[in-house]
């Protein structure tokens, strides 16, 4: 599986498509608090050829299941990442002398086409996963158990009656504070 594009397809004109990014895909890349939701992600594009080079624009969307890093309630969170990408032919990446290149937006966000298709697959999930919180909490939008709290100090469980189980290091600060 993946989401082909052949230069062929878009030579007379932008062609809009919506394709599926299977969730098996990604989700051994995941942290252990983030879970894909559903079998999979879409991925709604345009891409346009200009002369050779291909430029492939768009947004995946999805759903992903969350612990809350604040209050530690699972929670959901809509995915929608942007991305953008172009594709030039085979060997165009050089630019001659080193001292010319520069590293400008243009460059980071280009590879090569071998002059009949692209994967964007990858580059989708790429994006994706980057785009990603470090630390997904509640939001106010989705009034979770402690959206209200954003501004204030919580400790980890307050809005939630799990006891984090605990560890031995947990124990031995306990002893500090008592002695
Ligand atoms: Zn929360």
Request: with cysteine; glycine share 8%.
């Amino acid at each position: 599986m993946s989401v082909e594009i052949t230069l062929e397809s878009v030579s007379n004109g932008p062609v809009e498509r919506t394709e599926k990014v299977l969730t098996d895909h990604f989700q051994s890349r995941l942290g252990s608090d983030l879970e894909a939701l559903g079998e999979s992600f879409e991925v709604a594009f345009e891409a346009t050829l200009y002369t050779n080079v291909l430029y492939v624009k768009g947004n995946v969307h999805g759903r992903m299941g969350f612990q809350c890093s604040r209050c530690g309630e699972r929670r959901e969170m809509t995915v929608d990442t942007a991305f953008s990408h172009s594709y030039v032919p085979t060997g165009q990446m050089n630019h001659g002398d080193e001292e010319e290149i520069e590293l400008s937006e243009q460059d980071i966000d280009c590879s090569e086409h071998d002059g009949v298709k692209v994967d964007i697959e990858s580059l989708c999930i790429d994006h994706m996963l980057v785009d990603l919180p470090l630390a997904p909490a509640c939001s106010i939008e989705d009034d979770g158990p402690c959206a209200n709290f954003a501004d204030g100090p919580v400790q980890f469980g307050d809005n939630h009656p799990l006891e984090p189980k605990e560890t031995p290091w947990m124990k031995a600060i306990r002893g500090v504070k008592l002695s």
